[in-house]
């Protein structure tokens, strides 16, 4: 879908590619069943996810203060990568035992192919973010703000994943590849989520200074700390 | 244009039978908002040619910002040449800045359900919606300028003027929606409405905020002038909410 792409200046073609990967992914993925995704196709995508990430991950510590826009712009990418590296192990063994028929590249074209969706549409909601940081907001509203983001940002990414994986593993049954991707989506979401409980803050509170990371005041495991909070709140209403 | 001969196509709601359909190779800038209001589908369809949409944006910001620079003065005028002047900036930066904020994700969440817009027809027909609000308030300035020097009541002003804009914003709303349905058409869709009313429901969100921030428009009287109101920069939203649960908090009183 892209014409010329020889004689056309490099920032047109990627803003193409950006508009086609939006509105026409068909026409980037491949449609040939056999296709064997190339390293260089899954870079591209790869910067395509931190490149986006990086610039929610701005928006996401603009409330805070620079350096803490600049952290979670490291922050951002790292968390979704380092989960893709956590999961693949994992994902590639389910894969096997529910003969869903991914190869390793594929598999992390797949998912890659989401992240970059994911990254692309939280970027674009990026500047309500960064207009409400700017203009002052309290730390409890921005959170919920760019939980709401995040959250339609994942479910767009999964969507994408879903309809990435029905192009790639020809001739295998479909059903099966449907529900692999959803327990690869639901396990990646488990451990990304963690992860994100571990490498926080991202947002930051303003009224405490910046840190890297932030231990000590609750606790270390963001299910049991959950699971702790249902508890009081049952025990708080059974008194 | 003396004879009648070289008037170009519908500049005047009158296409000369022999000329060519389409001889405009970028959009003219004085029939622009004339051809909107009076022959709005065929305006769009042509505006939503490939190649052509980018042409149209230039001249329809200068529409918006000029229009709404009208009746910001008229708004800002109660309380004095100062206000006035400064209202007359920050209305049409209101109008841009809340459009520029929310069009990315609009685009994005489009695409996602499915719609084929590219981004500048997007832009497009934010553009025209944007505009005809702005012309309709523009055209609603002498009323609310003869009331103005008429009445002299701040209260009946300040409503009146609220009122206009709500009109304005709904024969925006109207031309949003005629636009987005002629760019499906183009494409060969159909209109996704659901997509359409959330991303409004957004726009609106972020343009009460954005007016929240710019405030104050009007200036009570009374009031030393002020160009952006001093202070705690707050946000609407929680404002509202601290209403609602402290109604006669003193802080409230402070920021309203």
Redesign the interface.
């Known amino acids: 879908m892209i014409a010329h792409p020889e004689r056309t200046p490099r920032p047109r073609r990627v803003l193409e590619w950006i508009d086609a990967w939006l509105r026409r992914p068909e026409s980037v993925i491949n449609p040939d069943p056999g296709w064997k995704p190339a390293r260089g196709r899954i870079g591209v995508y790869a910067i395509c996810s931190v490149f986006f990430l990086s610039l929610f991950g701005l928006s996401l510590g603009a409330s805070h203060s620079w350096r803490m826009s600049l952290l979670s712009a490291v922050k951002m990418p790292l968390l979704f990568l380092a989960t893709l590296g956590i999961c693949l192990p994992a994902g590639f063994l389910l894969n096997l035992m529910l003969g869903a028929g991914f190869s390793r590249r594929e598999l992390a074209a797949v998912y890659l192919m989401g992240l970059s969706l994911l990254a692309l549409i939280a970027s674009s909601l990026s500047p309500i973010g960064f207009f409400f940081a700017l203009t002052g907001c309290r730390y409890h509203f921005y959170t919920f703000l760019n939980l709401g983001f995040l959250l339609y940002a994942g479910w767009a990414g999964g969507r994408r994943l879903l309809f990435c994986g029905k192009f790639l593993t020809g001739g295998r049954p479909a059903g099966r590849r449907a529900v692999f991707l959803v327990l690869v989506f639901l396990l990646t979401a488990f451990v990304g989520l963690q992860l994100g409980w571990t490498l926080r803050p991202f947002i930051g509170d303003p009224e405490r200074p910046m840190t890297w990371f932030r231990y000590g005041d609750v606790d270390r495991n963001l299910y049991v700390q959950q699971w702790q909070n249902l508890a009081d709140l049952l025990r708080s209403a059974g008194k | 244009m003396n004879d009648g001969v070289n008037i170009p196509n519908g500049e005047y709601g009158v296409a000369p039978e022999n000329e060519n359909r389409n001889p405009i190779p970028r959009a003219p800038a004085r029939s622009v908002i004339d051809r909107l209001l009076r022959e709005p589908e065929e305006f769009l369809r042509e505006m939503f040619q490939p190649g052509r949409t980018g042409g149209f944006l230039p001249v329809l910001t200068w529409r918006i910002i000029f229009a709404a620079a009208v009746f910001g003065a008229v708004m800002g005028g109660f309380h004095s040449v100062l206000m006035a002047g400064t209202s007359a900036v920050k209305l049409p930066l209101l109008y841009v800045l809340a459009v ?3 069009l ?2 609009f ?3 489009n ?2 359900f499915g ?5 500048l027809q997007v832009a497009a027909a934010f553009a025209c919606a944007t505009a005809v609000n702005a012309v309709m308030l523009a055209a609603l300035a002498p009323v609310s300028l003869f009331f103005l020097v008429t009445s002299g009541s701040y209260g009946f002003h300040k409503l009146l003027n609220v009122f206009f804009c709500a009109v304005g914003g709904l024969c925006g709303i109207w031309y949003f929606v005629r636009a987005m349905r002629t760019a499906a058409e183009a494409s060969g869709q159909r209109l996704r409405k659901g997509v359409m009313f959330i991303w409004l429901l ?1 726009y609106a969100f ?1 343009g009460t ?2 007016g ?2 710019l405030r104050p428009f009007f200036g009570a009287p009374g009031q030393p002038f002020e160009f952006i109101r001093k202070g ?4 609407f ?2 404002n509202i909410i601290q209403t609602i649960s402290e109604p006669d908090s003193e802080r409230n009183g402070r920021d309203n």
Do not use: A
């Not at chain 2, 705690?232 to 946000?235: E, F, P, T």
């Open positions: 520029l904020i929310c990315p994700s685009y994005t969440s695409c996602l719609s084929r817009l590219s981004f957004l972020v905020q954005l929240w921030t705690r920069i707050s946000n939203y929680e």
